[in-house]
């Protein structure tokens, strides 16, 4: 490193990049560890392993994240695969299939599952009429089969973009030297199409254990590791957190294992498509049209669901908890603009500077570390993953852990929900910035540079512009799931500060669910809008990066 | 419609950010919101102000008090239990508000730190619909019947203070061969919303938990649900509202306790949130279809004892077999 560089204002401006990540997501981190193990009290670890229910917590969580895994497999693969290669009636539904995941709460999903598959649920008495009797849904059955409903979109997303970029010509070769169709398919295809598979699948599995909303509405009984990290950390306050840090630790990383096997996995060699020519989709006709257009769209409408249900309960009149339903009403939609504006005022507020920040943060890091590569920039693309790594729980204890009193005290302040919305959502402005910024040829910044423009200014005139298509997507995706984001901002969030998410996890909780439906519906209409926006006045197509 | 929510959005945005001007009394509050609407206009009243509002749990707004101890934000809590806000002693200043002289001394906190705003009753929820011919229970000791087993849900006593007055009182008032077999049928639920929700959706016959959160539903019109008062006599436990050490509001602080307590708040409390009044003359019947707490049996129930054997309580309950666990 000569000393020019120091000279440069990119070094400096990735240094302090590397000091805002330092502080806002290592030292939290490092606050976790060492609270768990140097905390007040008897050491977390050994409090952990002495205690059944933890260990139980654990055990079960892994089981879970593997069921949901698998089931999600099994239900994406193939409905990637169908979509991807045939047409049939009905298939522009599918389109709808990633939204739905970003745009239901969580929270509205669980409580309409119960009200099919509940105690006392729609497909439960009709079952009982018939003399079959299900499970409980509290515990293994529910938590399995709600989160595989809404996890396995992630599958579908990832496994029918390495589909789309499959070489239908490598299939054809193998056909025309003799092998059967349906073989050359699995032969030839799934080595490709595996690497993305897996990926996904490792995603589910991560959001399975980081998962909040479901675990604590469904897991009644069953300890799982994200409820009882939470029960800790309600318990423990912020004055000692030595079990809320163990547990939380335990987390982070059970996650970096799956990492690691994620990059062991695609370490293993890589089929690269060089020149991809997609394959035509078939047309079905008839039974197998029939048949795969009315099983992808039972699919579809069991994720639809909760939809219908917020949409129908929002304009249903309570009586307390008291749905009386064929009564239609605007008063619970009053209540969201007119009575209790808070929330709705704190979501936008708060998930509008955090999408900002977040997407300013990272363009301007983004182009940091692919085009100014120097000494540091290793380690800011490094640390800038991390959050990825953590979940909701884990994030908002570490935050508690790190800036609870002491030279920075953000709790008990609207910052501190602003940083954990920032520090969840920034990774994938991230990945999205820079791979944008690899397709843009630095022959065109040069250019600028030499005929004697300053670089910070080269960078806002000709490097930003040529992103902005680019970073408006990001910055919508990053809003939806901002402004959805429950499990971090239920931990650091203090009173008169609820947004939509809590507000409405509050309200299921106290059973008004004609409430929480209205709120809900905003919540869906808050995300929705600029998609659609985006959509129509610009044609840009949030989901087709993804 | 649309603008005028836009309005009042940019209104409250407004509000949130410029600090209240006036000297208006802060209440941390953790009472669903129709309870705090129910008073907050009976407040207004007789404060002369309108009352700001901060709501969150219990635990985490008396933690708030305590880190704001120097310079407190928040006026007047309302309301926990009394053996939530033991701990929390020093933050609170005694106030010997006039309207207590309407509340019977049994329910006094020592030394008036702490005022007691409404009681509550414990109460069987029972779903009628799921009796399958079996009579309703009309006592403790009927729940015990190995009949009821995975049929009665009650709140975890170790995250729920509701669960923690209904596990301890039984323990004290049933034998042990009654207790712990009323134990094994039970099912345990996280929290104690899920209890009463429990029991309206159908998916339990029996509900154990506060009056208030029970007749909810049968308010609500749910007719096939119905409150049973268990014929060996049930629990009551007060929740207090608290004046803060140096509220900065001052008189305006010690006038929003005695609107809290006047007979006025407590009415509108008991018509929209069915908390029992801690007042003795307000007729129940007038305003709901509750009885009169004269009319129930009511077993004696040790608030000290229950908080200080809380630690041993809790681990001989873990150990008990239950229905849960089985399934």
Known sequence: MNAASFRSPWFWMTLAALGLLALFVLYPLVNILSASLFGEGPSGWSRLVSTPKYIEAILNTLILASAVTVICTIIGVPLAYVTARYSFRGKALIALLPLITLVIPEVIAAQTWLMMLGNNGLITKAMREIGIRLPSFYGWFGLITSMSFIYYTYVYIGTVAAIGKFDVQLEEAAQSLGTPPALARIKVMLPVILPAILASALLVFTMTVGNFAISMILSHRLPLLSVVTYQAAVAEGTSSITMQSTLASVSVLIVMAVLFVNRWIVSRGRYEIVQGRGARPVPLKGLRGALVAGSAGLVVAISLLPLLTITLGAFTTARGPVMQWGEWTLDNLARVFVTAPEPLVNSLTYAGIATFISIAFSAIVSYLVVKKPNLVTPAVDYISAIPLALSGTVLGVGLLAAFNGGWLPLTGTPIIIVLAYVIRRMPFGMRNGQAVLHNIPNSIEEASISLGVAPVRSFLRVVLPVMLPAVASAAILTWTTTVSELSASILVYSGGRETLPIQIFRLIDSGLMAYASAYGLVLVAVILIPVVLANRLFGIDVFSSK | ?327
């Open chain 2, 1 to 327: 419609m649309k603008f005028h929510s836009i309005g009042a959005a940019a209104l409250a945005l407004g509000l949130s950010i410029v600090p209240a001007l006036a000297k208006e009394p802060v209440l941390y509050t953790s009472n669903p919101v129709p309870a705090v609407e129910a008073v907050q206009a009976v407040a207004k009243e007789k404060v002369g102000a309108s009352l700001g509002v901060i709501t969150g749990g219990s635990g985490v707004l008396l933690r708030r008090i305590e880190a704001e101890a120097a310079a407190p934000q928040g006026d007047v809590f309302w309301s926990s239990s009394a053996n939530t806000l033991g701990a929390y002693e020093k933050f609170f200043e005694p106030y010997n508000s006039p309207e207590l002289s309407a509340v019977p001394a049994s329910l006094r906190y020592p030394n008036n730190l702490f005022q007691p705003s409404n009681v509550h009753l414990v109460t069987m929820l029972v779903n009628t619909d799921l009796l399958d011919g079996v009579e309703a229970p009309d006592s403790w000791a009927d729940l015990a019947d190995p009949a009821w087993k995975g049929k009665v849900i009650v709140a975890d006593p170790a995250n729920s203070s509701t669960g923690y007055t209904i596990a301890w009182g039984l323990a004290q008032l049933l034998d042990k061969k009654t207790y712990e077999a009323l134990v094994a049928n039970m099912v345990v639920a996280g929290s104690s919303s899920s209890v009463p929700k429990g029991v309206s959706m159908g998916e339990y016959s029996v509900g154990l938990t506060f009056e208030t959160n029970s007749y909810a539903y049968v308010d609500g019109g749910q007719k096939e649900l119905k409150l049973v008062y268990p014929s060996e006599g049930t629990f009551m436990t007060a929740d207090y509202a608290g004046l803060v050490k140096n509220a900065p509001a001052g008189d305006a602080a010690r006038k929003t306790i005695d609107a809290l307590l006047s007979k006025e708040a407590q009415i509108e409390l008991l018509k929209v949130a069915f908390r029992r009044p801690s007042r003795s003359d307000i007729k129940i019947a007038d305003y709901v279809g509750l009885p009169e707490l004269a009319e129930v049996k009511v077993a004696p129930f040790d608030e000290a004892a229950a908080a200080k054997a809380r630690e041993a309580f809790l681990a001989e309950w873990a150990a008990l077999p239950k229905a849960g666990d089985t399934e």
